[in-house]
C-alpha cells in the first residue's frame, strides 16, 4: 500500500490489549487506567485474524503485537501461529515487559514468532520498582536469557530515558550491547495522561552521543526504521536512538497500528482514529476501507507544536 506521499505501508501494530501487569510512571496512572474500554468493545482475537488477513491481502508483511502487555491475553498464542502461516507475512515481532515471557518463550517461538522487544529503563532493582511500580528486574532479566537461548533473536532492548532517573545508567545499558542485544533508547514522548510527566522529565537522546564518545555510526539497513544506529568497536549489538521529538522521522514511516478496540490510527500522535470494528462486525467492506484511510495518512506529526493525543500509551500500543 502507498500513501500519498510515497511511502509504502507495510508494517501493522496490534495492541492485543490495553490491560497491562505493570504501572509504568510514564505509561499509566498507579491506580490503573482510568478509562477501561468495555470488554465487548475489545476486538475477539478471531476478529483480530480477520482484520491481519486483510491487512495481508493489502501488502502488509512486517506485524508486531503490543499492548498494554500483550502476553497476558489468552490465547495469544494461538493467534501468533495462525498468523504465522499465512502467505506473504515476513516477520512477526512482539514487545513485551518481560515479566511473563520466560515461561512462554518456547511456546512463542514454536507458534512462529521471530523476535522480541523488552521494555527496560533501568539495570537497578529498586528503581526498577519504582518505575514499573511494583515489578520485578531479575524476573526481566531472566526472560532475556531465555528469549536469546530459545532464538528469539535479534533481541533489542527498549529504554526511555527519563531526567533525574536513568540519566546516569547509559553506559551501563550500552554494556548489554557486547551480548549480541540491541539496545535502543527512546526520547519520553507526551502521551495521554503522562504528557505532563513526560514534559517535566525530557531528556534529548543527544545525551547519549555525549557520555558515550566511542559509539560509531552504523550505516541504516532498513530507511523506514525510526532509529539511528551506532556500535562500539568489536561489539556486536548496537545502540539505537530514536528522537521522535528533537528528531522526527516521519518522512520514511511505513506504519499504522490497531488498537485493540479496533481503531485504525494512521500516525502514533495524532487523535485521529477509523473504526474498523463496526464495519467488519456489519459486514461491510473493511479492505476499501483500510485503503481509503492509507491515502488520508498524516505527513508527520506536530509534537513539536504541543499537538498531543489522549489515549495513554497501553491503549494505542506504542
Known amino acids: 500500500m502507498l500513501d500519498r506521499f510515497g511511502r509504502e505501508i507495510n508494517?501493522?501494530?496490534?495492541?492485543?490489549?490495553?490491560?497491562?501487569?505493570?504501572?509504568?510512571?510514564?505509561?499509566?496512572?498507579?491506580?490503573?487506567?482510568?478509562?477501561?474500554?468495555?470488554?465487548?468493545?475489545?476486538?475477539?482475537?478471531?476478529?483480530?485474524?480477520?482484520?491481519?488477513?486483510?491487512?495481508?491481502?493489502?501488502?502488509?508483511?512486517?506485524?508486531?503485537?503490543?499492548?498494554?502487555?500483550?502476553?497476558?491475553?489468552?490465547?495469544?498464542?494461538?493467534l501468533i501461529k495462525k498468523t504465522s502461516k499465512l502467505q506473504g507475512v515476513k516477520d512477526i515481532s512482539l514487545t513485551t515487559n518481560g515479566q511473563l515471557l520466560k515461561e512462554m518463550a518456547q511456546d512463542l517461538k514454536d507458534a512462529g514468532l521471530n523476535r522480541v522487544n523488552i521494555?527496560?529503563?533501568?539495570?537497578?532493582?529498586?528503581?526498577?520498582?519504582?518505575?514499573?511500580?511494583?515489578?520485578?528486574?531479575?524476573?526481566?532479566?531472566?526472560?532475556?536469557?531465555?528469549?536469546?537461548?530459545?532464538?528469539?533473536?535479534?533481541?533489542?532492548?527498549?529504554?526511555?530515558?527519563?531526567?533525574?532517573?536513568?540519566?546516569?545508567?547509559?553506559?551501563?545499558?550500552?554494556?548489554?550491547?557486547?551480548?549480541?542485544?540491541?539496545?535502543?533508547?527512546?526520547?519520553?514522548?507526551?502521551?495521554?495522561?503522562?504528557?505532563?510527566?513526560a514534559k517535566d522529565k525530557f531528556i534529548s537522546n543527544k545525551l547519549i552521543l555525549e557520555t558515550m564518545k566511542d559509539l560509531v555510526p552504523v550505516e541504516r539497513e532498513d530507511i523506514s526504521s525510526p532509529a539511528t544506529y551506532y556500535q562500539l568497536p568489536g561489539v556486536p549489538g548496537k545502540v539505537g536512538i530514536i528522537n521522535p521529538i528533537?528528531?522526527?522521522?516521519c518522512d520514511n514511516c511505513n506504519r499504522i497500528r490497531l488498537t485493540s478496540s479496533g481503531q485504525l490510527k494512521l500516525c502514533l500522535h495524532s487523535n485521529r482514529e477509523i473504526d474498523l470494528k463496526s464495519p467488519l462486525r456489519n459486514g461491510e467492506d473493511v479492505k476499501k476501507i483500510i485503503t481509503d484511510s492509507i491515502w488520508t495518512k498524516e505527513e508527520s506529526h506536530h509534537l513539536e507544536d504541543e499537538e498531543y493525543i489522549d489515549r495513554n500509551m497501553n491503549q494505542i500500543g506504542g
Open 11 to 78: 508494517y501493522l501494530r496490534i495492541s492485543l490489549t490495553d490491560r497491562c501487569n505493570l504501572r509504568c510512571i510514564y505509561c499509566m496512572p498507579e491506580k490503573g487506567i482510568s478509562k477501561k474500554i468495555p470488554h465487548d468493545e475489545i476486538l475477539t482475537l478471531e476478529e483480530i485474524y480477520e482484520l491481519i488477513k486483510i491487512f495481508v491481502e493489502l501488502g502488509i508483511d512486517k506485524i508486531r503485537f503490543t499492548g498494554g502487555e500483550p502476553l497476558v491475553r489468552k490465547n495469544m498464542i494461538q
Open 119 to 197: 521494555s527496560l529503563d533501568t539495570l537497578d532493582p529498586e528503581k526498577f520498582k519504582t518505575i514499573t511500580r511494583g515489578g520485578n528486574l531479575n524476573t526481566v532479566l531472566d526472560a532475556i536469557d531465555e528469549a536469546i537461548k530459545v532464538g528469539l533473536t535479534p533481541l533489542k532492548i527498549n529504554t526511555v530515558l527519563i531526567g533525574g532517573f536513568n540519566e546516569n545508567e547509559i553506559s551501563n545499558l550500552i554494556d548489554l550491547t557486547k551480548r549480541g542485544i540491541d539496545v535502543r533508547f527512546i526520547e519520553l514522548m507526551p502521551i495521554g495522561e503522562a504528557a505532563s510527566f
Open 246 to 249: 528533537s528528531c522526527k522521522f
